[in-house]
């Protein structure tokens, strides 16, 4: 079913999926391990892991120590990968899909992950007044560019001073018109990390202040 459609009349952006529960397993490699996982009729690319979702598990960059948010983690796979390049950081994994969070907390503990949790709800909610270093997401771009424009412009409220936003898309989601809307209005830089099939791993980086910047802020303060 394409773009990962829970159904023809239940969209994976269900908070309690009505479809008939099929569970199954699913695996892939990631830097060397095998990463084992449940996954279920109802959610977002129940059949495995798409083309795009592994783009961007293979294009995203996290350090050891990072705090890390997987926004609509889906069954997991992004959020576990994430915490297994963070090892003395944490992952926090946000879902609106309740089925698919119960499935990305059975997932975390089948792939021994103690660096993570996930929380219930849309968007930026589950995580209020927090912020992290990497921001990842392969977004629900079928609710719409309005709302996955409100996310883009959301992101940087949640992301540390040097803190990044990665999220990945392909042409017919209007991943093109995101990364020009990015290049235009994001408070730092944008880059393609990578490309297949299709899609593109966006990142969009907050530009560190600067010393003059930092002498201005102070200025500024004290006039």
């Known amino acids: 079913m394409p773009d990962g459609e829970a159904g023809p009349s239940e969209p994976y952006w269900t908070e309690r999926p009505r479809s008939r529960s099929t569970p199954g397993e699913r695996r892939f490699l990631y830097r060397g391990e095998m990463l084992r996982f449940v996954v279920d009729a109802g959610v977002f690319s129940s059949h495995g892991l798409d083309p795009g979702t592994a783009l961007l598990i293979e294009n995203l960059r996290v350090d ?100 990044r936003l990665v999220l990945v898309g392909k042409g017919s989601q209007g991943i093109r018109f995101y990364q020009d809307w990015l290049e235009t209005h994001w408070p730092g830089e944008v880059e393609v990390l990578g490309r297949g099939s299709g899609y593109r791993v966006i990142e969009a980086r907050r530009r560190p202040p600067t010393p003059s910047s930092r002498v201005r802020a102070r200025r500024r303060r004290s006039s």
């Open 64 to 163: 050891p120590t990072d705090r890390v948010l997987d926004l609509g983690c889906g069954w997991g796979p992004v959020g576990v990968a994430a915490a297994r390049s963070a090892p003395r950081g944490h992952v926090v994994l946000t879902e609106v899909n309740r089925r698919a969070a119960r499935l990305a907390r059975r997932n975390l503990d089948r792939n021994g992950v103690v660096n993570a949790e996930v929380r219930v709800g849309p968007f930026f909610e589950p995580v209020t007044g927090e912020s992290f270093d990497v921001i990842v997401t392969n977004p629900p771009y079928r609710l719409g560019r309005e709302s996955i424009l409100r996310l883009l412009e959301d992101a940087p409220r949640h992301l540390s001073p040097t803190g």
